[in-house]
């Protein structure tokens, strides 16, 4: 077992649902390991400014519920330099702080890791990001619970759609990938789903809005990843099939930040808890540099340098799936 007497924990970069329950995870399972746990508010800033709070198992009493993260989170320019990140350690000394676990994206774990290399500081990385993006784990958290917040929100907009004869493009996360696009597109039937991954074209566009509306498909709905890159914009790509199909009625729906907040998923919930036990326990056994994950619902440990550097990949299945539903 490694010198670990206490354990930091925050949470770093954009929020997603299932942070909070992954923090209330660490912070018990520090109390039931007898090992001490400080809260690190606003991520890296707090880091450098001290800004640290003790945790108990009461500290994080009705919180696996909530949406976004009771540590708060920022964006830290002075971490990205020697002399803050310098700072930062030396208050984690300052606290007696023997090791941190960190709850983000890719952005937070190249931080760390470059904590590591510098300081030879123990962390962990909890993979937590609603765009399922990191490499090293098949779910992150929040990407389930987006998932449904977006499915949710779909078949609502399919009710105004067939009312009144619509086209509708619908616009999901998915800056570098399209994970929420294409299962969302699939769990909501939509016609077409446009990912960064699969260029389709305009003109293939065209051709399956046209089969649709010939095969007696009153309304349609279009899922578009924000990366997609068959048109400039999902606005850009409304006129332009305007201007080719002028009988279309068509209209955009962009839900935003809407998609990383809300209640966690079971599924959440569980996979925040049981990243949050294999966090603390690969510190208290001497690991490091190390992100947690899960494959075929097993946890893993994963380099946090391959986690970073890695590409996750779309399911070609799942568009294949999508291709015959579509008809």
């Known amino acids: 077992m490694a010198n670990i007497g206490k354990i930091g924990v925050f949470t770093s970069g954009g929020d997603s649902p299932g942070m909070n329950a992954a923090i209330r995870s660490v912070v018990r399972t520090c109390a039931y390991l007898k090992v001490e746990c400080v809260g690190i508010y606003r991520g890296y800033q707090g880091m450098i400014e001290g800004d640290f709070k003790p945790m108990d198992a009461r500290s994080v009493n009705n919180i696996i519920n909530k949406g976004g993260t009771i540590l708060k989170s920022a964006r830290c320019k002075e971490f990205r330099t020697k002399e803050g990140r310098q700072k930062a350690y ?6 007696g702080i023997d090791a941190f676990v960190v709850i983000g994206g890719d952005g937070s774990f ?5 904590f590591n290399q510098e300081f030879h500081f123990p962390i962990i990385g909890i993979p937590g990001t609603i765009d399922n993006d990191i490499f090293g784990t098949t779910f992150t958290l929040g990407f389930d619970t987006a998932l449904n917040t977006v499915v949710e929100a779909i078949d609502k907009i399919r009710d105004t759609a067939s009312s009144h004869n619509r086209l509708f493009f619908v616009e999901v996360m998915g800056r570098d990938v399209g994970h929420i696009a294409l299962n969302a ?11 960064p991954e699969e260029n389709l074209g305009r003109e293939r566009l ?14 349609s709905i279009v899922i578009v990843a924000e990366g997609d890159k068959t048109g400039k914009n999902i606005f850009e790509l409304k006129e332009y099939v305007e201007e080719n199909f002028p009988d279309y009625d068509v209209r955009v729906s962009v839900l935003g930040h809407m998609q990383r907040g809300g209640s966690p998923s079971c599924y959440d919930r569980v996979l925040a808890s049981r ?3 294999k966090a603390v326990e690969a510190l208290l056994q001497g690991k ?3 992100m ?3 494959q075929d619902n097993e946890l893993i440990l994963t380099p946090i340098h391959k986690a970073i550097k890695g590409h996750t990949k779309i399911d070609k299945e799942l568009i294949r799936v999508s291709d015959i539903m579509s008809i």
């Not at 190249?110 to 470059?114: D, K, V, Y």
Request: proline share 0%; hydrophobic share 40%.
């Open 90 to 95: 030396d208050n984690l000394r300052k606290e």
């Open 110 to 114: 190249t931080g760390a890791m470059i």
């Open 185 to 195: 597109g699939v769990g909501a039937g939509a016609e077409e789903i446009l990912i």
């Open 206 to 219: 065209l051709e399956s809005l046209k089969r649709s509306k010939e095969s007696g498909k009153s309304s």
């Open 275 to 277: 990243m949050g036990v």
């Open 288 to 290: 490091t540099n190390l």
């Open 292 to 294: 947690v994950g899960v």
